[in-house]
């Protein structure tokens, strides 16, 4: 979320099970979007094997998969969100849209407080 240069980032920790964070959220958006996880690793600047570890990691997490994939072969593999992934996306979406009041009503003043503090 922006406001002006003030940025706030969720993470909603489920310790000591694991995190789920942007980071994650935005593999499986690109998974989505591309249907493959080596794409989407690469389009993240990370390696296919980090991308899976994550991929792997938040399975782990919600007890079963948030990404549903096919072996290759003459069509190629690929990979697509559960409805458990889609559902896990929207909902941590959703708790960024509802935060993005506060963060107006807060950040912005405590911005506005910085920028006054660097020109004096």
Do not use: C
């Amino acid at each position: 979320m922006l406001v002006g240069m003030a940025r706030l980032f969720l993470r909603v920790d489920l310790q000591p099970q694991g995190r789920i964070g942007p980071g994650k959220i935005a593999l499986l958006e690109e998974i989505g979007r591309s249907g493959s996880i080596s794409a989407a690793g690469r389009a993240l600047g990370m390696s296919y094997r980090r991308a899976w570890l994550l991929v792997d990691e938040l399975n782990k997490l919600l007890g079963a998969p948030v990404v549903a994939t096919q072996l290759g072969g003459s069509h190629g593999g690929g990979a697509s969100l559960t409805a458990l992934g889609s559902d896990l996306v929207a909902r941590f979406r959703a708790l960024e849209q509802a935060a993005a009041p506060l963060v107006r009503e807060h950040l912005g003043p405590l911005e506005a407080m910085a920028a006054r503090s660097a020109s004096e």
